[in-house]
């Protein structure tokens, strides 16, 4: 199991602040997943990264952007925050085995609230 | 396309009684893997199986078990005497093996177990 972490797990912060979403996994995982979940709804992926300086968006359409320069650090940024932003983004790391073998530890989330 | 289902938005149960969440996928893979997770109130998604295309053994893990048939793309959950402690939400999810570990999630089923 993987020990994953996001920060922070609440944010209320109003229209047009640039905020970043930190998620950190002490377990050395090649793989990093950012889902965003709006209350009771499906998860949706919006980037994933395949290690150091790898990339890549979802499938959902996302405004926000990420980097992977150190293979433990996936963090989240929105430049420009707007009510529409207003969800949950939850962070997942998962160990390369191949052919889709791997399995997804999660953190615990964090809720963003956009005024 | 790969496409998971869960028809039962939400379930409400009297603690003790035996509950099934049902799960049904579409791929066009042969090899894949499938997943449920348990989201409780506080919003993380914990990992509860993985299961691979190959393997179609039933699994029994203390009050829960899986049934796993290929011939009906199915993957149900069940809870035996079930617990408050169990109220959450439950997802299911697909693994295909050319997508990099990718996730595709079903919609949830909220279950409530009253006491």
């Known amino acids: 199991e993987a020990d994953i972490y996001q920060t922070p797990r609440y944010l209320v912060i109003g229209t047009g602040k640039k905020i970043t979403l930190e998620c950190s996994q002490t377990m050395g995982h090649d793989k990093m997943y950012w889902y965003q979940q709006d209350p009771g709804m499906e998860l949706h992926l919006i980037h994933y990264?395949?290690?150091?300086?790898?990339?890549e968006k979802g499938d959902l359409s996302s405004e926000s952007t990420v980097s992977r320069i150190r293979t433990e650090h996936f963090p989240l940024t929105l430049e420009s925050a707007r009510p529409s932003h207003t969800s949950q983004y939850l962070c997942?790391?998962?160990?390369?085995?191949?052919?889709?073998?791997?399995?997804?530890?999660f953190g615990p989330g964090t809720r963003l609230l956009v005024l | 396309a790969q496409k998971v289902t869960q028809a039962q938005t939400e379930i409400s149960v009297v603690e003790k009684e035996d509950v099934t969440l049902d799960c049904v996928y579409e791929?066009?893979?042969?090899?894949?893997?499938l997943f449920w997770y348990k989201q409780p109130p506080s919003g993380e998604l914990v990992f509860l199986i993985r299961?691979?295309?190959?393997?179609?053994q039933n699994e029994i893990s203390g009050r829960y078990s899986w049934n796993f048939q290929k011939s009906t793309s199915s993957f149900n959950f069940t809870i035996t005497a079930s617990q408050v402690v169990d109220s959450a939400v439950y997802f299911c999810a697909l693994s295909e093996e050319n997508q990099g570990g990718k996730l595709i999630f079903g919609q949830g089923t909220e279950l409530s177990v009253k006491p």
């Open positions: 299961r691979n295309s190959f393997d179609e």
């Open positions: 791929t066009r893979d042969t090899t894949y893997y």
């Open positions: 997942a790391s998962s160990e390369f085995k191949g052919q889709g073998r791997e399995t997804q530890y």
């Open positions: 990264s395949y290690g150091v300086n790898s990339t």
